[in-house]
């Protein structure tokens, strides 16, 4: 019973009809604007800071998405450029021998002067010289012969499979065959050596 008479709001809407026109009017603005401003802050307000939560995030995928796009459409290129420079890389390593093959490399080199007609007078390789993933190898050369033969020593060193530089040469007349002179060369040839460590630990 008590319920029903708190739930009643007939007397309240008589003195309602009692009030002037102006005064309803004013009070039924004022009820409307209070529903519209409840309404506003308990659902709407809400439902605004969750759709520009959602709005940011809608961004921050498309952006995701543009840059993953981007990545899709130019792996084909990245994987050519890729398999391009491994081929390069494979190629350079076959021009630089193993520790296994140095001493064949070395080998090759001194067959190469007696070929052309020079005489190997000394021959020492020296201490290695580190470079990350290969070595320097240089070796101390001291070799007699005609100037021609030194010339097609030369050539042949330049036309290896592997990498030799001649440096450092030093010439002078040992003695005279006949009308030409033969020379005494001093010098340094540098072959190189893969250094299978430091690329395995890279």
Known sequence: ?????????????????????????????????????????????????????????????????????????????????????????R??????????????????????????GLEFRSFRPSGEIGRGFYAEVPIQIELSGKYHDLGVFFDRIAHLSRIVNVSELNFMIRDYRGLSPVLKVKGVATTFRFNENAAGGE
Do not use: C
């Open 1 to 89: 019973m008590a319920l029903k008479e708190q739930l009643d709001i007939r007397p309240m809407l008589e003195k309602m009809e009692r009030l002037p026109a102006i005064q309803r009017y004013a009070v039924l603005g004022v009820i409307f604007l209070a529903v519209i401003g409840i309404y506003w802050f308990t659902l709407y307000g809400g439902k605004r800071d969750e759709h520009r939560r959602l709005q940011a995030q809608l961004t921050q995928l498309q952006t995701k998405i543009a840059e993953t796009r981007s990545v899709v459409s130019n792996l084909k290129s990245f994987e050519e450029s890729r398999e391009r420079l491994q081929k390069e890389l």
């Open 91 to 116: 190629a350079a390593l076959r021009r630089l021998p193993n520790a296994s093959e140095l001493p064949v490399l070395l080998t090759d080199i001194t067959s190469l002067g007696k070929k052309s």
